[in-house]
C-alpha cells in the first residue's frame, strides 16, 4: 500500500499577463499566492495538488491560511494509504472542522497518487472522457464597458466562444457592460454576466430587468442565498449560483427551491476532487449544469480542472476555465494546455504533470 511518509508544501507567485484581474467590490489582484502540495509515499510514488485562494477577501480561504492548514492537518495523513481517498476525507474532517479549502490540494494529491498506482489518468477514475475536448470560458476582468466589449472581441479571436463579464459594480454601469458586451458577441456564443455577490437585491433587480431582452445568464448577484432566490424569482434570465455554494447539502437546497439553473463549482471550495466529484454527479442526475473550476491557480489546479471537466457529461459542462494561461509563470510540465478556446486533460497516470522544482523552490513545510 502507498503509505504516506511525508509532506511538502511550496509558496510560489503567479503574476498575470494582463497585470491584474478585478472583480466586485473594487477587489483587485496582482500576483496570485498559490500554494503546491506534494504527498510523498514509502513506494515513491509522490502525487501534486495546489491551492490559490482569489485573495483573502473572495472566500472564507486566504494563502497563508492554506499552509497553516496543511502543516496542521499533515501530521494526520502520515502513514495512512494514499489511495483511500474516503477514509482520508474522513480522517481531514474530523481533525478539522471546516476549511475545505485547506483539504483540497491533499485530496488532489492523492487522486494523483491514486492514478499513479491505478495506471490511469485522473479523468478515467472520475467516469471517463466525454469527446475529445471541452469548451473553455475568459473571465473579462471589471474595466469601463467599451474596454470589457473589447476584451471580448479579442478573446474571441483567440478561440473562446464563452465570456464571464465581471460586474456587480455601479448598475448603470453594469448595464452598459453586459449591453456592450453582447453587441461582440456571435451565434453560439456564451455571455455571463458575474456579479461576485456585488449588488443588493434592489440593484440587482433592476440590471436583470433593464437586461431582460439580452441573451445573458446572471451570476451570484448577491451576498446571501435568500436574496439571490429573491432576484431569482424576478428575473427571466438563467442563473447561477457560486459563491453560496460550497456544499452537496447546499445544492440540494438549491434544487429544492429551483434556485438556479447551473451552479459554479470551484475545487477548492468543496474540499478537492472527492467532494467536487459527489457534487458534479448529483447535478448531472438531477439536470443542473456545471462551471467547473477553482477559485485561481496555475498549472496543477488547471490539471485538476481539466480532469473533472473532462469527464462531466458535455450537456452539462456549462464551462470551465484554463487558469494557467491567465499567468505568466509555469508551475509544471504536462499540463492542459487550450486550444483555440478548448482544451483536453492529460492521458498520462494521475492528474499527468510533473512539478518544475526549479521554479517551486525549497518546501515551506515538510512533515514526516
Ligand atoms: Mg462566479
Redesign the pocket.
Known amino acids: 500500500m502507498p503509505k504516506i511518509t511525508r509532506i511538502e508544501a511550496f509558496q510560489v507567485d503567479l503574476p498575470l499577463h494582463e497585470g491584474s484581474y478585478r472583480w466586485s467590490g473594487g477587489n483587485s489582484v496582482e500576483v496570485f499566492d498559490s500554494t503546491v502540495v506534494a504527498v510523498h509515499t514509502a513506494e515513491g510514488i509522490s502525487g501534486y495538488g495546489e491551492i490559490c485562494p482569489l485573495g483573502p477577501a473572495y472566500l472564507p480561504a486566504y494563502a497563508e491560511g492554506a499552509r497553516t492548514g496543511i502543516a496542521r492537518l499533515a501530521p494526520h495523513l502520515i502513514g495512512c494509504d494514499a489511495t483511500e481517498l474516503g477514509v482520508l476525507n474522513g480522517r481531514m474532517d474530523a481533525a478539522l472542522r471546516g476549511h475545505p479549502y485547506v483539504k483540497s490540494a491533499l485530496d488532489v494529491a492523492c487522486w494523483d497518487i491514486l492514478g499513479k498506482v491505478a495506471g490511469l489518468p485522473a479523468a478515467t477514475l472520475l467516469g471517463g472522457c466525454y469527446g475529445d475536448s471541452f469548451p473553455l470560458y475568459r473571465a473579462i476582468s471589471q474595466d469601463l464597458p467599451q474596454r470589457m466589449a473589447e476584451k471580448v472581441a479579442h478573446y474571441r479571436s483567440e478561440g473562446y466562444s464563452k465570456f464571464?463579464l465581471k460586474v456587480g459594480g455601479d448598475p448603470d454601469t453594469d448595464i452598459e457592460r453586459i449591453r456592450e458586451a453582447a453587441r461582440k458577441l456571435e451565434r453560439g456564443d456564451v455571455l455571463?454576466a458575474?456579479a461576485?455577490t456585488g449588488w443588493t437585491q434592489h440593484q440587482a433587480l433592476r440590471v436583470a430587468d433593464a437586461v431582460r431582452d439580452v441573451d445573458v445568464y446572471i451570476?451570484?448577484p448577491c451576498a446571501s442565498y435568500q436574496e439571490c432566490l429573491a432576484v431569482r424569482r424576478h428575473t427571466n434570465r438563467p442563473f447561477?449560483l457560486?459563491?453560496v455554494v460550497d456544499s452537496l447539502g447546499m445544492v440540494a437546497e438549491g434544487i429544492r427551491d429551483q434556485a438556479m439553473d447551473v451552479i459554479?463549482l470551484k475545487i477548492s471550495k468543496v474540499g478537492g476532487l472527492t467532494k467536487a466529484r459527489q457534487i458534479r454527479d448529483f447535478c448531472v442526475s438531477m439536470g443542473i449544469a456545471l462551471?467547473i473550476e477553482d477559485t485561481w491557480g496555475g498549472d496543477i489546479a488547471t490539471a485538476a480542472i481539466a480532469h473533472l471537466a473532462h469527464s462531466t457529461p458535455p450537456d452539462y459542462l456549462f464551462t470551465t476555465t484554463d487558469f494557467n494561461s491567465y499567468v505568466t509563470v509555469s508551475i509544471a510540465e504536462g499540463a492542459p494546455r487550450r486550444k483555440d478556446g478548448r482544451m483536453t486533460a492529460g492521458k498520462a497516470p494521475g492528474l499527468g504533470i510533473e512539478p518544475r522544482w526549479e521554479v517551486l523552490g525549497k518546501p515551506v513545510v515538510s512533515i514526516g
Open positions: 464571464q455571463v458575474d461576485n451570476e451570484q447561477v457560486d459563491e459554479n462551471t
